[in-house]
């Protein structure tokens, strides 16, 4: 992989992460104002079908069919990974703070790089080991450092978080085999409305929708287009061009992008152990680019 093709995957995947982080602190508002998590997880995935499968009709229509022999694959990929994904890590926040939800995700990359070990396709190498190590311990640090709060999660928030890590982590690496047939787009149009139609168990979308009003229909038009649809296609474009590994843990920047956008819009203080742990991550960040 060529040097400008990796600063094109950071890039993707930092702008991914920013996108991430703004969507939590969303998320954590709708929750404070009686939001239920598993209303929240149906109508993001629900609008991120519909927006994304309008687009692509309109634009690109061939890309909505995949063959029917992959049909079971986008089925586990819809319901096992972007549905499980999306509801455990909104469930966490609900269960606790927006920093220890985001840090409890963020185990995947450990994850990833013990399946990756054991399957042959990572090296015990220096620079793929520490770096996971680095930027887990900088994403403990950033909850730490966090200003009256810390890490507070409740017995089921802590499952719902390792959860989602379990989940973001068979997110990216099912994601490959759908990634070397399909574009980005094919797959997430599929994952979403799977993932959307399992939540019909949740009740029918539009009587979730109207249950709400016009104020929070708009934060839900929000998480479906710029918290959902755009920066997972910022990551899966990524992703083609970094490793699993490397995608995962160039993606804990979300924690850092978290601190730095409340830091700039809320005006919030941004803490020496948070500001350690930034450098962190990004110290973790460039040895996982390291030829070795």
Do not use: C
């Amino acid at each position: 992989m060529t040097f400008s093709q990796t600063v094109k995957g950071l890039f993707f995947v930092l702008a991914a992460a920013i996108l991430w982080a703004l969507s939590a602190t969303t998320a954590k508002h709708l929750f404070n104002y009686q939001v239920s998590p598993w209303d929240l997880t149906q109508m993001r995935l629900v609008l991120s079908a519909l927006f994304l499968g309008l687009y692509l009709a309109w634009r690109e229509p061939g890309s909505l069919r995949i063959e029917r022999n992959d049909a079971g694959y986008m089925i586990t990929f819809g319901i096992l990974g972007v549905s499980a994904m999306q509801f455990t890590y909104f469930f966490t926040i609900s269960q606790t703070n927006v920093a220890t939800a985001v840090f409890l995700e963020y185990l995947a990359p450990v994850i990833i790089l013990i399946y990756e070990l054991v399957q042959g396709r990572e090296t015990p190498a220096w620079n793929r080991i520490l770096p996971v190590v680095i930027a887990t311990l900088g994403g403990f640090l950033i909850v730490k450092g966090t200003t009256g709060q810390g890490m507070a999660v409740t017995p089921v928030g802590l499952v719902s978080g390792i959860g989602s890590a379990f989940a973001f982590a068979f997110y990216i690496l099912y994601s490959r085999y759908g990634l070397s047939k399909y574009p980005a787009w094919t797959l997430l149009f599929w994952g979403y409305t799977i993932g959307g139609l399992a939540w019909t168990l949740n009740g029918w979308p539009w009587e979730t929708f109207l249950t709400y009003q016009g104020s929070t229909w708009l934060y839900f038009f929000y998480i479906a287009i710029f918290a959902t649809i755009l920066p997972a296609g910022f990551f899966f474009k990524g992703l083609t061009l970094l490793s699993p590994v490397a995608a995962g843990v160039t993606s804990t920047l979300e924690p850092v992008a978290a601190g730095v956008l409340a830091f700039l819009l809320l005006g919030e203080v941004l803490t020496g152990m948070q500001l350690m742990g930034s450098l962190f991550i990004i110290v973790a960040i460039t040895v996982i680019q390291m030829k070795g």
